[in-house]
């Protein structure tokens, strides 16, 4: 194994023959770099994608925090060599290293990398190998770090089983000190890899695959998943901290431009709007919210030491944190004499939303982000994002009114039940606020359209159902093409084969491991990257291994199917989402739970942590005694319909 000297000889020889070497060195304000020698346990993160994108990250952040507070770990971080340092590093015999202290990442005790988004993986078995790690991880050995993986993405572990060895779901603040310790003590205790592997899977919230059986039907959907070892959970279910942690203050300063040069700082977690389409809003419950202050300080630690212009509020949406004028009145008033920009980003379609940016105005772009996500009243009532048609006008009109000239409008093609006719009404929606926009400020006013495709994604209400196929996507977008022809609105849309491999790798099973091996050793990595997407070379990755991508993604489930996902629970119930999910088919609404709690599952499931954190911190009703997680068999209903 080379040295971290000899690491850093060979880079000097190689790294002028790359763009942005920058990203490549390390060195950054407010890294943290302690002793290698005098520190039991070396953990390298990596954030498997450029280091533009990866630094930024406040997962990742979050992590590195937790671990070098501890005295006895560091955490150190790795991202994704871009292809031309990627060529240089294999030639020169560089394995994949650390920013902090360029030791190879073969010399660390444990692996973790964050997975927010699938198209990652291919990446991540990449960084594995140009580490000189084995890539399965039932060919790693004692000389082996382990490899853990957390982030959304994970919610569905099974493509990716085949090559991590421990999976953190949930939330990873605490976790990632219960791997720590257990690895740890396994080592002091002279444990095989085996062994400790076996500790690290009686870790709540922890799942490692090889302990589980995966049985499968004749017509390839599961059959069951079955623990391999006595006491395991079944399902695994997610971990979350009962109350967030400070957050990170002190961001690393990039020495090179990258994509958010900024502060965030998350204000929430969770959502409790249960649009139906989104994941993130079903697996982060329950809602819990910082203070004001609390905010307030980390924003004003954070600008103090890093020195950057821009900060943000992170949450999923922003207008549901309880007390979000005098947050933006505290923040605003806190920042006044400084040159700073400050995003609200998530923010919902009401005229209290403009309020609110209003009040931030003069440190803002010249865009305000609406999603409507929908352009029919009946697509809106379908995915739980109820907003009348005269709310949307009536709020751009305002926005305009108050000096706005682009109003950016997210949508989504492809819904469950979705028709041409509610494609046509995203043009006809643009049309008509443009020209709301036209009334106040003339021919200044611009409309930004942006269009996504939806994909059914695991643990949510709308898992049931079928991901349109890339006729049906090209047919809806060549109509918004046509029809969106005013040059003051501008179109932008997701590729269809990016939609489709998103909804492979989401909705996979463990069979589509191979294909994810398959695909990365003919060619397929930075899929996440339009100009690096190899389609076909996942299409025959597929039919190398005699699967057929349909059934991962246009087909309708059935009410009884086992998903591949099911043993691992992020504390919502099937039971519910199904209940939601027709409903939807119904075109029935359901009101923010904050409201009404719709008994979601998660009070039950952490019913320990809600009592311990009484109060409005979270957003859930109060529970006075434990209540026992049952899960309800799924009510025979036959066969659903959902009509195209
Ligand atoms: S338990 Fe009730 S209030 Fe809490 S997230 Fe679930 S539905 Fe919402």
């Known amino acids: 194994m080379l040295t971290p000297s000899e690491i850093e000889r060979r880079l000097d020889r190689?790294?002028?023959?790359v763009a942005k070497p920058g990203r490549y060195v390390g060195g950054e304000k407010n890294i943290t770099v302690k002793d290698w020698a005098t520190t039991e346990t070396h953990v390298a993160l990596i954030f498997p994608d450029i280091y533009d994108i990866g630094v930024s990250n406040v997962g990742l952040k979050i992590l590195y925090d937790q671990v070098n507070m501890r005295n006895d770990a560091l955490a150190e971080r790795a991202y994704s060599p871009w292809h031309d340092m990627e060529e240089q590093m294999r030639a020169a015999g560089i394995p994949l290293y650390s920013l902090e202290s360029y030791h190879p990442l073969a010399a660390f005790d444990i692996i973790g990398f964050s997975l927010p988004y699938e198209t990652l993986y291919t990446n991540a078995l990449n960084a594995l190998d140009l580490a000189g790690i084995p890539v399965r991880a039932s060919e790693r050995d004692e000389s082996h770090p382990f490899v853990i993986a957390g982030g959304h993405s994970t919610?569905?572990?099974?493509?990716?089983?085949?090559?991590i060895d421990v999976f953190a779901i949930g939330e990873g603040e605490e976790i990632i000190h219960d791997i720590i310790d257990t690895v740890q003590r396994g080592k002091h205790t002279g444990l095989a890899r085996e062994a400790i592997l076996r500790e690290l899977a009686r870790i709540p919230g922890a799942y490692v695959p090889r302990f589980y059986h995966v049985h499968y039907q004749e017509d390839h959907t599961l059959e069951r998943v079955e623990p391999l070892v006595e006491g395991l959970a079944n399902p695994v279910i997610k971990r979350i901290v009962a109350k967030l942690p400070p957050p990170p203050t002190k961001f690393i300063v990039p020495n090179i431009e990258i994509?958010?040069?900024?502060?965030?700082?998350?204000?929430?977690?969770?959502?409790?709007?249960?649009?139906?389409?989104?994941?993130a809003g079903m697996i982060?419950?329950?809602?819990?919210?910082?203070?004001?202050?609390?905010?307030?300080?980390a924003a004003d630690d954070a600008i103090r030491s890093t020195g950057f212009e821009e900060l943000a509020l992170l949450s999923l949406s922003s207008s549901d944190y309880t007390q979000v004028l005098d947050l933006v009145t505290a923040v605003s008033e806190h920042f006044d004499k400084q040159h700073l920009s400050i995003a609200l980003p998530s923010l919902r379609i009401e005229s209290v939303s403009v309020d609110l940016m209003d009040k931030l105005r003069d440190r803002r772009g010249t865009g305000f982000t609406l999603a409507p996500e929908a352009a029919t009243e009946r697509m809106r009532r379908i995915i739980n994002k109820f907003i009348p048609d005269d709310e949307i006008i009536n709020t751009t009109r305002e926005i305009y009114r108050r000096g706005w000239t682009t109003i950016k409008l997210y949508f989504m093609i492809g819904h469950p039940a979705e028709t041409l006719?509610?494609?046509?009404?995203?043009?006809?929606l643009c049309k008509r606020v443009l020209a709301e926009g036209r009334k106040v400020i003339g021919y200044k006013a611009r409309v930004h359209a942006g269009v996504s495709t939806f994909v059914p994604k695991p643990q949510t209400p709308f898992q049931w159902v079928s991901c349109d196929t890339a006729e049906q996507i090209k047919a809806k977008q060549n109509l918004l093409k046509r029809v969106l022809n005013d040059k003051n609105i501008k179109l932008s849309w997701t590729h269809p084969e990016d939609t489709l491999l998103e909804a492979l790798l989401s909705r996979g099973d463990r069979r589509t491991a191979e294909v994810i091996y398959t695909a990365w050793k003919n060619g397929a990595i930075f899929d996440a990257w339009q100009e690096d997407r190899k389609y076909e070379t996942w299409i025959s990755a597929f039919a190398e291994h005699g699967l057929d991508p349909a059934f991962y993604t246009h087909r309708q489930r059935r009410t009884d199917e086992i998903f591949p996902w099911e043993h691992i629970s992020s504390g919502v119930r099937k039971n519910f989402l199904f209940q939601d999910f027709r409903q939807s088919l119904e075109g029935q609404i359901r009101v923010d739970c904050r409201l009404q709690c719709f008994a979601c599952g998660i009070l039950p499931t952490f019913s320990n942590a809600r009592?311990?954190?009484?109060?409005?911190?979270?957003?859930?009703?109060e529970v006075k005694s434990p209540a026992p997680r049952r899960e309800l068999p799924l009510p025979v209903v036959g066969d659903y319909r959902v009509p195209h």
């Open 14 to 17: 190689i790294l002028l023959r």
């Open 155 to 163: 919610t569905n572990p099974e493509p990716m089983h085949a090559f």
């Open 259 to 279: 994509v958010h040069n900024r502060v965030s700082v998350e204000i929430m977690r969770g959502c409790t709007r249960g649009c139906r389409f989104c994941q």
């Open 284 to 297: 982060t419950r329950p809602v819990r919210e910082r203070s004001v202050d609390e905010v307030v300080q």
């Open 421 to 428: 006719e509610d494609v046509q009404a995203i043009a006809d």
């Open 611 to 621: 009592r311990e954190n009484p109060g409005e911190y979270w957003k859930c009703p």
